[in-house]
Each structure stands twice: as C-alpha cells, then as structure tokens.
C-alpha cells in the first residue's frame, strides 16, 4: 500500500503561483510513476501532468508552460509548481502514484485531493 497526501492548495488571483506537495509514505519505490489530476465541479478528472521514474513527462496541453512537474525521491514528495494561474484552473487536484507490475495491470493508489481556487 501507498499513502499519498497532497498539500498547498488554496486561494489565489489569476496570475499568481502555487506549489502544490505530494507527500508519500508505505511501499514507496523510485520506479513508481507520479501524475497530478484535477477535477472540477461538474466535470470528470483530468490528467494535468505526469512523470515516469525516468524523468519522461506528459503535459495537458492547458497547462504546458505555465506548470511544472518534479520529485525528490529522497523525500518520498512530489510537487507541482503552478504559474500563472487562470480561474480555469480551479479545481480539486489529485496526486496519483502508478506501480508498474510485471505481468499484471498497473496499481493506481490516490491521495485526498487539495482545493484550488483561482479568483478572476
């Protein structure tokens, strides 16, 4: 089992930034890869971005040059760096961790979300 817990939502002006955490702990590996969804109300959740244990990286196109994506693994974080935030922005945001087995489909463990919320 993974815990995630995601922090540093909250409320802001359009244009601002925020830095969004993903703090994991249980069976935690280097290999797991990382991904960060949002949801907004009265829409189905969506990729924002995603990161493979290699580095490789995956944008949704609303967000690429305004947000990126990193972690430590040392510290078991993930973060999301948000710039130039729009009101189309808000939403509940997701951090996901994807384990790869061999042999078998991929297990998917989610944290509780975090609030943001761009003001126009």
């Known amino acids: 089992q993974v815990q995630l817990v995601e922090s540093g939502g909250g409320l802001v002006q359009a244009g601002d930034s925020l830095r969004l955490s993903c703090a994991a702990s249980?069976?935690?590996?280097?290999?797991?890869?990382m991904g960060w969804f949002r949801q907004a109300p009265g829409r189905e959740r969506e990729l924002v971005v995603e990161?493979?244990?290699?580095?490789?990286?995956k944008y949704a196109d609303s967000v690429k040059g305004r947000f990126t994506i990193s972690r430590d693994n040392a510290k078991n974080t993930g973060y999301l760096q948000m710039n130039s935030l729009k009101p189309e922005d808000t939403a509940v945001y997701y951090c996901r961790c994807t384990k790869i087995q061999l042999g078998r489909p991929p297990l998917n463990y989610w944290g509780q979300g975090t609030q943001v919320t761009v003001a126009s």
């Open positions: 249980g069976r935690t590996s280097s290999r797991d890869s």
């Open positions: 990161i493979t244990s290699g580095g490789v990286t």
